[in-house]
């Protein structure tokens, strides 16, 4: 018997459905995908640096939104990035400023 693989849709990332615990991206610089499965999840309440953490991510996707919004500070943004080598993606990049001054 032969078995044929399912080409997974092309660009998919994210999960599959909201109940599924497997997730899949794909790197369009190299054009391969990935997927990943968490095995065991963690299902308790949150501690007090676990939501600290948490919180900073919010306010990072927030502060991140907001440069997007504003043209100015995005080619500003885009100018350092040029710049730069470390960070291979613009949103990276800025995300990574924006929860350092956060930090």
Do not use: W
């Amino acid at each position: 018997m032969r078995v044929i693989p399912i080409k997974l849709v092309e660009g998919f990332r994210g999960k599959v459905c909201k109940h599924s615990d497997t997730y899949t991206r794909q790197d369009r610089k190299i054009g391969k995908t990935f997927t990943s499965t968490i095995c065991n999840p963690y299902t308790g309440d949150l501690s007090p640096a676990q939501t600290q953490v948490k919180n900073k991510f919010k306010a990072t996707i927030t502060a991140v939104n907001a440069v997007y919004e504003d043209t100015s500070a995005l080619d500003a943004y885009r100018e350092a990035f040029l710049a730069q080598s470390k960070y291979s993606r613009l949103r990276t990049y800025i995300s990574a400023k924006e929860y350092a001054k956060i930090a």
